[in-house]
């Protein structure tokens, strides 16, 4: 896996699996353009199945207490409260 510096940071597009907010299980960062970093997380995946079962349901769950239509509009109405 590739050590992320400052500078990546400020640079560079992620693909998270995973969030620390809400699933604290991320475990594979790719930085855009690290083909060498992906595949190996790809072959990660590939290999063990555990790993990939538990990313793939902490996937869903960060799917839908996050970016679900209902959470999306779960923040909008705590907004719309927030500025009455």
Same mark, same amino acid.
């Given at each position: 896996m590739?050590d992320?510096?400052s500078s =990546? ?5 992620y @693909?998270?699996v995973g969030?620390?907010?809400? +699933?604290?299980?991320l475990?594979l960062i790719?930085?855009?353009? =690290?083909?060498e970093?992906?595949?190996n997380?790809? *072959?990660? *995946? *590939?290999?063990d199945? @555990? ?6 349901a902490?996937?869903?769950?960060l799917l839908?207490? +996050?970016?679900? +239509?209902?959470a999306a509009a779960?923040?909008i109405l @705590? @907004?719309?409260?927030? +500025?009455?």
């Amino acid at each position: 896996m590739t050590d992320l510096s400052s500078s =990546d940071i400020r640079h560079s597009t992620y @693909a998270i699996v995973g969030h620390e907010k809400h +699933v604290p299980d991320l475990q594979l960062i790719t930085i855009n353009g =690290d083909n060498e970093g992906l595949l190996n997380n790809a *072959l990660t *995946l *590939l290999h063990d199945s @555990a790993l990939r079962k538990s990313l793939g349901a902490n996937a869903r769950q960060l799917l839908s207490e +996050v970016f679900s +239509v209902q959470a999306a509009a779960n923040n909008i109405l @705590a @907004a719309m409260k927030r +500025v009455d």
